[in-house]
């Protein structure tokens, strides 16, 4: 819910949430049907649209469970349903016939008469596969009615997004469920089969060899193509991430869309925006299958998550004596050099000179869960983040 409301505050115009069951990304703290209601309500209430995820490829004992989870959700006035499986469109379009339904990119739409094939099934929007290229997203486009809606940031799958067997098979936990243990990241070695055991490296360099692991995609230097393309929705993924991983990206996408807008002739990147998304977590950046098939220079070979910046605190409010109220979600030090973020691009920096806690006992050091007040924050606002910057960090 915390990020849902992060998402919105930052920018989305829609946001998209799973549910318990059938929704995928089950890792992620998905919403109860209570919760939903209440995502819902305050979307709506915010002008934000919200669709529900349904996009799991179920078999065929799981069908009368998902009937079952529909008939739960029904009352749920979300948008649109995004399903992938054809039967679940086809479940979606008899017993909720007045709902629209989103193709999941998980049905991997790579052509325009798949498009329209999903068109002439009820499908309101299709959201393509990350894996077509920016004339087949125009070509698509001019050739069906069909709302479409692109990826432009986020994890890329080294499968047709996401139809893979590789967590399945090495971990029993299968992406098609929504339960991926992302090992197209390890790290892989060769054994010969009359020698078990005996592990042979596979040396790209020094790292060791991360043979199916893609950068990040990263299409904000595009966003003027592909508004002109007539993709009708830009979509970030973010359902595994943290807040600041969403409010950051958002608040980037949120400006370069406004500022294209406002003026589509004299429209140009900002190195704010760049410099920006470089501070969130990530894999390296590549533009995926946009401006053609990817090369070796879009796959990252080093497994490396690159982090300069990390989140410490979100802003709640007003403390009732003064000050600022915080959540402290990484150890925060007095003598910090902190940065504040909010909504559009601009963030202000700070030295943490004196903070205390709800009892108005001063602190030295502050921890995760831990609510603290500090002084001099004027004008920041619920929601408003605070991050910290550190030494680049490589990881596996
Ligand atoms: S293992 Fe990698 S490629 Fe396969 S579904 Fe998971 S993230 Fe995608």
Same mark, same amino acid.
């Given at each position: 819910?915390?990020?849902?409301?992060?998402?919105?505050?930052?920018?989305?115009?829609?946001?998209?949430?799973?549910?318990?069951?059938?929704?995928?990304?089950?890792?992620?703290?998905?919403?109860?049907?209570?919760?939903?209601?209440?995502?819902?309500?305050?979307?709506?209430?915010?002008?934000?649209?919200?669709?529900?995820?349904?996009?799991?490829?179920?078999?065929?004992?799981?069908?009368?469970?998902?009937?079952?989870?529909?008939?739960?959700?029904?009352?749920?006035?979300?948008?649109?349903?995004?399903?992938?499986?054809?039967?679940?469109?086809?479940?979606?379009?008899?017993?909720?016939?007045?709902?629209?339904?989103?193709?999941?990119?998980?049905?991997?739409?790579?052509?325009?008469?798949?498009?329209?094939?999903?068109?002439?099934?009820?499908?309101?929007?299709?959201?393509?596969?990350?894996?077509?290229?920016?004339?087949?997203?125009?070509?698509?486009?001019?050739?069906?009615?069909?709302?479409?809606?692109?990826?432009?940031?986020?994890?890329?799958?080294?499968?047709?997004?996401?139809?893979?067997?590789?967590?399945?098979?090495?971990?029993?936990?299968?992406?098609?469920?929504?339960?991926?243990?992302?090992?197209?990241?390890?790290?892989?070695?060769?054994?010969?089969?009359?020698?078990?055991?005996?592990?042979?490296?596979?040396?790209?360099?020094?790292?060791?060899?991360?043979?199916?692991?893609?950068?990040?995609?990263?299409?904000? +230097?595009? /966003?003027?193509?592909? *508004?002109? $393309?007539?993709?009708?929705?830009?979509?970030? #993924? =973010?359902?595994?991430? &943290?807040?600041?991983?969403?409010?950051?990206?958002?608040?980037?996408?949120?400006?370069?869309?406004?500022?294209?807008?406002?003026?589509?002739?004299?429209?140009?990147?900002?190195?704010?925006?760049?410099?920006?998304?470089?501070?969130?977590?990530?894999?390296?950046?590549?533009?995926?299958?946009?401006?053609?098939?990817?090369?070796?220079?879009?796959? +990252?070979? /080093?497994?490396?998550? *690159?982090? $300069?910046?990390?989140?410490?605190?979100?802003? #709640? =409010?007003?403390?009732? &004596?003064?000050?600022?109220?915080?959540?402290?979600?990484?150890?925060?030090?007095?003598?910090?050099?902190?940065?504040?973020?909010?909504?559009?691009?601009?963030?202000?920096?700070?030295?943490?000179?004196?903070?205390?806690?709800?009892?108005?006992?001063?602190?030295?050091?502050?921890?995760?869960?831990?609510?603290?007040?500090?002084?001099?924050?004027?004008?920041?606002?619920?929601?408003?983040?605070?991050?910290?910057?550190?030494?680049?960090?490589?990881?596996?």
């Amino acid at each position: 819910m915390e990020k849902l409301k992060v998402a919105i505050r930052y920018g989305a115009d829609a946001v998209y949430l799973g549910g318990k069951s059938f929704g995928l990304r089950n890792l992620a703290d998905n919403f109860d049907v209570p919760e939903l209601a209440e995502a819902v309500e305050y979307a709506h209430r915010h002008g934000v649209k919200v669709y529900l995820t349904v996009n799991a490829f179920p078999d065929n004992a799981e069908i009368d469970a998902l009937e079952r989870y529909l008939g739960e959700i029904a009352e749920i006035p979300c948008d649109a349903y995004i399903a992938a499986d054809p039967g679940v469109v086809a479940l979606l379009r008899e017993l909720y016939p007045q709902r629209d339904i989103h193709l999941s990119t998980q049905a991997n739409t790579t052509n325009w008469r798949s498009a329209k094939f999903w068109q002439s099934q009820g499908v309101t929007r299709v959201n393509l596969a990350r894996e077509m290229s920016l004339d087949d997203i125009r070509e698509t486009s001019g050739r069906c009615e069909v709302e479409l809606e692109a990826f432009v940031h986020g994890a890329m799958c080294i499968s047709y997004s996401g139809r893979c067997l590789i967590s399945s098979a090495l971990t029993g936990r299968d992406a098609n469920k929504g339960e991926c243990t992302q090992p197209c990241r390890w790290n892989y070695a060769i054994v010969e089969e009359s020698r078990p055991g005996e592990f042979f490296p596979i040396m790209e360099d020094d790292s060791g060899s991360f043979i199916f692991n893609s950068k990040d995609l990263c299409l904000i +230097e595009h /966003l003027p193509e592909l *508004v002109q $393309s007539g993709v009708a929705s830009l979509k970030i #993924e =973010g359902r595994m991430k &943290g807040i600041y991983y969403a409010a950051s990206v958002i608040r980037v996408y949120r400006a370069a869309l406004d500022s294209y807008w406002q003026d589509p002739v004299g429209y140009r990147v900002r190195p704010e925006w760049l410099e920006e998304l470089s501070k969130v977590s990530h894999r390296g950046y590549t533009t995926g299958f946009l401006l053609g098939k990817p090369r070796d220079l879009d796959h +990252e070979y /080093l497994s490396r998550y *690159v982090r $300069s910046y990390e989140f410490v605190a979100i802003v #709640e =409010g007003d403390a009732p &004596g003064g000050g600022t109220l915080l959540a402290v979600r990484n150890r925060l030090l007095l003598g910090d050099t902190l940065e504040l973020i909010g909504q559009g691009c601009s963030f202000s920096t700070f030295t943490l000179t004196a903070m205390r806690n709800e009892e108005g006992l001063p602190l030295q050091e502050a921890h995760p869960n831990q609510k603290v007040i500090v002084a001099g924050l004027g004008g920041a606002g619920r929601f408003d983040l605070v991050r910290r910057e550190k030494a680049a960090q490589v990881a596996s």
